[in-house]
């Protein structure tokens, strides 16, 4: 009986010291690893490969936070998460920074105690439906069967485009974003619908991919980014400016091969940006080397998409609004000074 | 000795060398912590939630969902609000439950009856029914029934047409709708009074039997009575009823009423898998009614069946009940697993998709939990309610 007693006393007491600090940085400088919340398996974006490594377009940007912050971009955990769960995680502390498919919305800034840091891909929801099935346009889909992933944007799109365009569906939702790939695939649903960057990625896995195309209309806007927990301004600055640095770079010529050489560059742009002049690193509680330690081990924004995404990737995907704002796409970094 | 043991003392002498005393300290003491335990829970999520600006109120509930369901019994579209969105899931979960007891307990009490048969074929591949299904997780044979049985069904225009027009393809089977004109009232006038008149007959059936020991042919004047006379009035008024026959049109079958595919493998893999179950709790009830109880109606000239109906299965009912109280809550308790071939149950919309939209995490998990709390206590009681009818009436 005391036993038990003075077992609860102590779970008691546990329980109220176990208030997690809002400090995010100083818990993943302690820890000496960044736990990041990415996609399960999204071809280009987040997938183990063959040796089990998490490669990727938005894990290289958990691996860019991780060398910014530690100095090394390898010191990740990666927590493979569903669409329905991945907000939980963040706000629950599960994971210190989140860097999923997800849309950055307004309802998603104010209600869900989560911020987001920025775009790293800007993204629309498309269709992707059968050739066999000679649709040409989304308007075509009256009457279709839909696959889509629960607790996205994509639902909420669906309903308004086709309650909009007074037009008849039906939905079938799954958790797993693999499950909705694979009923489409079995003919479960006649249409696949979802940010156009993910149709292409599942296109790429499926056993016959020729058969289907991607509709050319984008019926949303999903401005693609990582997220942080509200009330951590400064990890929230430390998510936000790692991207831009990386953008900053592609504007700027300096990539991975060439960041070395840079660091003697006369441009103060690239002096600044580099850690050679003026204290971002240390105004951000980072090493002065820590944009020289993103640019080198991950690469500039350019870098990353070709190698996952773009031209140098299986996907093949144009650069199109993700090309630089002086390159007629949307990119834009602050200047760093 | 005696006067020792009697000698008056005070009830509530506070010395903790009193057992009583010290039993109602140590209950204070633990109802106190367990209390203080449960309210340090509470605040502390509280101020943790507040400090991560997550949001605690029941506000969103008024919110427009903004989603689709494609099943749903109450009306619901994407204008409605979270709060209908959280009714059509409850809906859908007593639906599929209510559905997979009737079918659970109809299988089962066949197969453990069958398990008992004298036929060696019959006893055996009821025994293996039970060992298959019942060894093998739940979850495994919802998705064998979704993807190995029901996905790889033909394309709608592929439909597999049967007879009356009905079409079973991979969304589902479609069957016609069916449409009531002027006139119908009165069928169903006809089946209420069928209904009244069946219990009447029985009545009167059974102060016949008691008087005279004669058997009058309940269930043949039942079934004229449920069946016949509707029928009757049914062609008297012209058959006041008409069939949409579903018509393939674009991508799927328009008109008529579809059986979705997720529904019909939750439904068969739920009843399925609590019937393995219920046939082991029958056979068991069966077999645990003395022998001599079935010699003693033979010996008075009781038909097998009768025995079966009149002798055996009402003392096994009051071994059966209790256990089958636990299969009905487990059933209803697994249909969640809905959650993995995409049947919008009560998880899957509002702890999936609405937890999701809203983000509120803790409000929405705790009404889910209630939610299946209030449905097991609500189905004990019913079954508790029906056991003490069948109980040993102790005197």
Redesign the interface.
Known sequence: MQAILKGLMAAAVALAASNASAATIEDVKKNGILTCGTNSATAGFSLPDNEGKWTGFVVDYCRAVAAAVLGDAQKVRFIPLTPKDRFTALQSGEIDILAHNATWTSSRDTSLGILFAGTYFYDGQGFMVRKAENIGSAKDLDGASICVTQGTTTELNLADYFRSHSISYSTVGFADEEAVVKAYEEGRCDVLSADSSTLNASRQRMANSDDSIVLPELISKEPLGPAVRQGDDHWFNVAKWTLLVMVSAEELGVTSQNVDEMKSSENPNIRRLLGVEGSIGKDLGLADTWSVDVIKQVGNYGEVFDRNIGKDSPLKMERGLNALWNQGGLQYAPPVR | MSEVLLAPRSLWSLSLHDAKVRGVL?QV??AG??L??VV??AI?TA???R?????LSFGFWNETA?????QTLIPYD??STYGQAFWVGVVNTLYVSLLGIVLATLLGFVVGIARLSPNWIVAKVAASYVEVIRNVPLLLQLLFWY?AVL??LP?PRASIELPGGIYLN??GLIIPEIQLHEGAGSVGLAFLAGTMLCFAYRFHARRVQDRTGKQLPVLRVSLAALIGLPLIVFFLVGSPVSFVTPEL????F?GGHQLY??FAALLIGLSAYTASFIAEIVRSGIQAVPKGQTEAAHALGLAPGKTLRLVTVPQALRIIIPPLTSQYLNLTKNSSLA??I?Y?DLV?IFA??V?????A?VQVMAITLSVYLAISLVTSMVMNAFNRRFAIVER
Do not use: C, H, W
Request: proline share 8%.
């Open positions: 140590y003491l633990l912590s367990l203080a335990l340090s829970i502390q101020s943790n939630m400090a991560r600006g997550i949001p903004g989603f689709d369901i494609n994407t204008l993807n996905k790889p394309t991979n969304r049109r674009g991508f799927n328009r595919p997720e959650v993995f995409g919008p899957q999936g998709t937890l999701n939209q809203t983000g995490a």
